[in-house]
C-alpha cells in the first residue's frame, strides 16, 4: 500500500528531490484538491510550449529547464494554501509583465487560486519567453 506524501506548510507536498518526469509527475498527483488539476495543467502547457523541456523537483517544488541548458531553470512551481504560484526566475524580462513581484528584483509570479480562469495563451507566452532567458542556476 502506498503511503500517501507528506503535505508541508500550505499543502505544498513534500517530493524527493528528482530529475525527470517522474518525480514532477509524483508532486503533481500529490497536490490536494483542485490544486493537482491546475499541476497538471501547467505541466502539459509547459511540456506543449517547450519541446523537449527539463523536468526535476528541488525544494519541493517543480522547476522547468530550457532543453540542452544543465543545472539552469527558468521556472518553478509551488503550492501555498489558496494558490498556486509559478515563478518566473528571470520574469522581470517577460512583456507583459506577470503580474506579482518579489524581492528579489528578477523574479515574478503568477498566482492562481481556485476557480481562477486561466489564460492559457498569455501563460503559454510568459512559458515560451522565459524558456529563451538565461536561467537561474540552482
Same mark, same amino acid.
Given at each position: 500500500?502506498?503511503?500517501?506524501?507528506?503535505?508541508?506548510?500550505?499543502?505544498?507536498?513534500?517530493?524527493?528531490?528528482?530529475?525527470?518526469?517522474?518525480?514532477?509527475?509524483a508532486?503533481?498527483?500529490?497536490?490536494?484538491?483542485?490544486k493537482?488539476? &491546475?499541476?497538471?495543467?501547467?505541466? %502539459?502547457? =509547459?511540456?506543449?510550449?517547450? +519541446?523537449g523541456?527539463r /523536468?526535476?523537483? !528541488?525544494?519541493?517544488?517543480?522547476?522547468?529547464?530550457?532543453?540542452?541548458?544543465?543545472?539552469?531553470?527558468?521556472?518553478?512551481?509551488?503550492?501555498?494554501?489558496?494558490?498556486?504560484k &509559478?515563478?518566473?526566475?528571470?520574469? %522581470?524580462? =517577460?512583456?507583459?509583465?506577470? +503580474?506579482?513581484?518579489? /524581492?528579489?528584483? !528578477?523574479?515574478?509570479?503568477?498566482h492562481?487560486?481556485?476557480?481562477?480562469?486561466?489564460?492559457?495563451?498569455?501563460?503559454?507566452?510568459w512559458?515560451?519567453?522565459?524558456?529563451?532567458?538565461?536561467g537561474?542556476?540552482?
Amino acid at each position: 500500500m502506498a503511503k500517501d506524501p507528506v503535505l508541508l506548510s500550505g499543502g505544498n507536498p513534500q517530493i524527493a528531490k528528482g530529475y525527470g518526469d517522474a518525480p514532477v509527475q509524483a508532486y503533481i498527483a500529490a497536490m490536494p484538491g483542485w490544486k493537482s488539476a &491546475v499541476g497538471a495543467q501547467l505541466d %502539459a502547457l =509547459i511540456a506543449k510550449t517547450v +519541446p523537449g523541456v527539463r /523536468k526535476a523537483v !528541488k525544494w519541493n517544488s517543480p522547476m522547468y529547464g530550457a532543453p540542452g541548458e544543465d543545472g539552469t531553470w527558468f521556472l518553478g512551481v509551488h503550492v501555498f494554501a489558496k494558490y498556486v504560484k &509559478v515563478a518566473f526566475f528571470n520574469g %522581470a524580462e =517577460i512583456t507583459p509583465l506577470p +503580474p506579482v513581484t518579489s /524581492k528579489q528584483a !528578477k523574479v515574478r509570479y503568477f498566482h492562481i487560486h481556485e476557480g481562477d480562469a486561466i489564460d492559457a495563451a498569455q501563460l503559454a507566452d510568459w512559458i515560451a519567453q522565459a524558456s529563451r532567458l538565461p536561467g537561474e542556476r540552482m
